[in-house]
C-alpha cells in the first residue's frame, strides 16, 4: 500500500531518473498480480491503475513491462474485488491514447471485459462499461472492437439494472460508441437501446439525463431513419422540459437532442414545431449564456432553412430577437457565427422574411462583424467573418425594405454594395415616395461616386437607378458637378 501511495504523490521531472524509477515500480508491482493472497493481487493491481491514471507516461510504462497478459489471465476465476481494479487499470491506460486504448484490444481485455459485464455484482459492471467507454470514444475502429466482442447487448441490460451508477456510465459508453457512424450507431440501436434511454428521460437525476440525452443526439445524428426511430419512442414532448433544468448539461444536451432531429428533413422540423418546441427552444436561448446557447441557435437555424412556412413559424414565435441578443452579446466569435447563420437562414426565403430580419435592426450588426479586422491569424474571427457575408448576402438578395438598406449604403464593401444597389433596383422604378427618400438620404449621390466596371452587373444596377431619374438630377449628384459649375459661374461674362 505504502508503495501505490508513492506512485500516486511522486512528483518528478525528466532529469530525476523516472524510467528507471518507473521500471523498478511495475517490477515490483507484476509478480503480486500472481500473489497468492487475493487482497495483495488485488491492491497491486489497484496500484497500477492509479499509476496509469496519472499520466500517459506511466500508463505506457505499464503497457511497456507487459503486465497486461498477466492482469486478465485469471479474471473470470477472481472476485469482484480484483475484477474492479483490473477493469479500472484498463480503463486508466484506455483513456490517454488511441495506440494505449489499441494494445488494450490487442492483448485479448475485451473478452475479459464482457465477463466482467456479466457479473452478478453492479460495481464489477461499473468498471467495465467505464473501461468500454475509454475503448470506444477514441475512433470508429475501436468502437467496432468493443461491438465485435459483444459488449452492446450487455450494456443495454446495464441500462435497465436499477443502480444509478451503473446505469449512468453504461448509458455514456452507449454514446461513445454510436458517436462514430451510422453503422455503430444502428448496431446499438438493434440492441433494442433507444427505448429504454427514452424511458430515462424524466428520471431525477441529472449526470443520468445528461448521458441518455448524449446517447439519443449520438444516435440521431447520423441519418433521417435513425432520427425517426428516435422520435417514435415518444421523447416529445417530455424531452423539452429538460431545456428548462438546472443543470446546464442537461439543458444543453437535450438543445443538442433537438438540434440533431431537426436538421434533417422538413417533416422532422415540422414535428418539432407542433410540438411546441421551437418556442421552447427560444425561451431556452433566452435563459442562458455562452456555449450552451449554441445548439439552440442552430435548431432555429436548421429549422428556419427547411421551408417558408417553418422560417415564418421562427419569426413568429419571436425567435429573431434573441438571436440578435446572441449577435450582440457573445464574445465568442463561433456563437457570433452561429446566430449570424440562423437569421441568414430566417431571411432568406422571400421579401417578407427578409424585412422580419432587417427591422430588427440585424444588417448593421452583420456588417460590423464581416467588417471585424482583428487579427487575420484567428481562424474563428475570419470564419465568422465569412458566415456573416454569406447570411448579409442572403438577407440582403431578398430584402426589399429599404429604410433597414440605407444605413449600409455609406459603409459597405464593393462585394456587399451590388447587393444592396441591385435591391434598390428593383423597388425605385416602381416607389415615387421611395426615388423622392433615395435623393433625400444622400443615396443617389452615394451611386454616382461607385466606380463600376463597364458592363459588370453593379453597373447595370447603376444605370437602372439613374433612369428612374431626370438627367439633370443625376447629372447634378454626380462627383465633380458642383465644381463644373462654378467653374462656369466664375468663366461667365456678366451681360450689362
Not at 422538413?266 to 421551437?278: A, D, R, T, Y
Not at 449570424?340 to 456588417?367: C, D, F, K, M, S
Not at 447587393?419 to 434598390?424: D, E
Not at 461616386?449 to 463597364?454: H, K, S
Amino acid at each position: 500500500m505504502q508503495l501505490m501511495l508513492e506512485g500516486r504523490t511522486r512528483k518528478y521531472s525528466p532529469t530525476d531518473g523516472v524510467d528507471d524509477w518507473l521500471e523498478g515500480v511495475v517490477c515490483l508491482l507484476r509478480p503480486l498480480l500472481l500473489d497468492v493472497v487475493p487482497s495483495i493481487r488485488q491492491t497491486a493491481a489497484l496500484a497500477l491503475g492509479r499509476l496509469a491514471d496519472y499520466d500517459v507516461e506511466l500508463a505506457e510504462a505499464v503497457v511497456k513491462a507487459g503486465i497486461l497478459p498477466q492482469l486478465i489471465c485469471s479474471l473470470p476465476e477472481e472476485n469482484r474485488y480484483y475484477k474492479k481494479a483490473a477493469a479500472f487499470v484498463l480503463r486508466a491506460i484506455a483513456k490517454h491514447s488511441p495506440e494505449l486504448a489499441q494494445a488494450i484490444v490487442q492483448c485479448g481485455a475485451l473478452g475479459m471485459l464482457v465477463i466482467c459485464l456479466e457479473d452478478f455484482d453492479p460495481g464489477v459492471k461499473e468498471g467495465a462499461s467505464w473501461a468500454f467507454g475509454y475503448i470506444a470514444r477514441h475512433n470508429p475502429e475501436l468502437s467496432q472492437a468493443v461491438v465485435d466482442a459483444g459488449a452492446v447487448p450487455l450494456l443495454v441490460l446495464c441500462i435497465q439494472e436499477p443502480e444509478i451508477a451503473l446505469k449512468r456510465i453504461a448509458a455514456s459508453t452507449l454514446s461513445d460508441i454510436s458517436k462514430h457512424s451510422p453503422e455503430l450507431a444502428q448496431t446499438v440501436v438493434a440492441a433494442g437501446a433507444i427505448a429504454y434511454l427514452a424511458q430515462m428521460i424524466p428520471n431525477p437525476d441529472a449526470k443520468l439525463k445528461r448521458q441518455v440525452l448524449s446517447a439519443l443526439s449520438q444516435i440521431a445524428k447520423h441519418s433521417v431513419d435513425l432520427a425517426e426511430l428516435v422520435v417514435e419512442a415518444e421523447i416529445f414532448p417530455v424531452v423539452l422540459t429538460c431545456l428548462k433544468d438546472s443543470d446546464e448539461y442537461v439543458k444543453k444536451n437535450g438543445a443538442t437532442l433537438i438540434r440533431e432531429i431537426a436538421k434533417h428533413t422538413p417533416e422532422l422540423s415540422q414535428f418539432i414545431v407542433n410540438s411546441g418546441g421551437v418556442a421552447a427552444v427560444i425561451d431556452y436561448i433566452g435563459s442562458c449564456r455562452g456555449t450552451v446557447r449554441l445548439p439552440g441557435i442552430m435548431t432555429l437555424g436548421y429549422v428556419a432553412a427547411h421551408s417558408e412556412n417553418l422560417s415564418m413559424a421562427v419569426i413568429v414565435s419571436k425567435g429573431i430577437p434573441p438571436l440578435c441578443v446572441c449577435l450582440i452579446e457573445e464574445h465568442e466569435d463561433h456563437i457570433k457565427a452561429a446566430a449570424a447563420w440562423a437569421l441568414g437562414q430566417i431571411g432568406r426565403h422571400t421579401a417578407e422574411h427578409a424585412r422580419h430580419v432587417a427591422v430588427a435592426n440585424v444588417l448593421p450588426t452583420l456588417l460590423d462583424i464581416f467588417l471585424d479586422t482583428r487579427s487575420s491569424e484567428d481562424l474563428k474571427a475570419k470564419a465568422s467573418r465569412f458566415v456573416a457575408k454569406k447570411a448579409l448576402k442572403n438577407i440582403l438578395q431578398k430584402c426589399t425594405y429599404l429604410p433597414a438598406l440605407e444605413p449600409l449604403l455609406h459603409e459597405a464593401p464593393p462585394n456587399i454594395m451590388k447587393h444592396i444597389i441591385g435591391q434598390y433596383s428593383k423597388v425605385l422604378p416602381h416607389d415615387s415616395k421611395a426615388r423622392r427618400l433615395f435623393v433625400t438620404t444622400g443615396g443617389l449621390k452615394k451611386v454616382q461616386e461607385i466606380q463600376a466596371e463597364p458592363g459588370s452587373l453593379l453597373q447595370e444596377y447603376i444605370n437602372t437607378i439613374n433612369n428612374c431619374y431626370p438627367e439633370e438630377i443625376v447629372r447634378y449628384y454626380s462627383p465633380g458637378y458642383s465644381e463644373m459649375l462654378l467653374e462656369r459661374v466664375e468663366n461667365y461674362q456678366p451681360v450689362l
